[in-house]
């Protein structure tokens, strides 16, 4: 699947013109936080991987996948990580459901 069309990178690029000094803020934030990060290449996208399937955003779960895939990450590790997410999502869904059975 590949989300990035022709039609999304002509968007992207007038979402560019029309805020560049907020998209240059957003990837020198990115940048920053990536090179000070303590856990390497791998798990950053693993940690990006599983943020990505919990908020249910195709965009960065393709983005992040070949990432995690081309850092080295596994077939198992990316399994793993797409569990954690859904046991997150889980969680949420009883906690807030619970409100249901308030009086």
Known sequence: MNLFDED?????EKLKEASKEMVD?????????????PFGSKMNE???????????CSYCIETHAARAKAA??????????????ASINHGATISYGVDALKD
């Open 8 to 12: 999304y990178h002509k968007g992207s």
């Open 25 to 37: 803020a957003y990837k020198n934030y990115q940048r920053a936080m990536i090179e000070k990060s």
């Open 72 to 85: 080295g990450a596994t077939a198992e590790e990316i399994a793993m990580i797409i569990h954690m997410a």
């Open 46 to 56: 693993l940690i990006f991987l599983s943020a990505a399937c919990a908020i249910h």
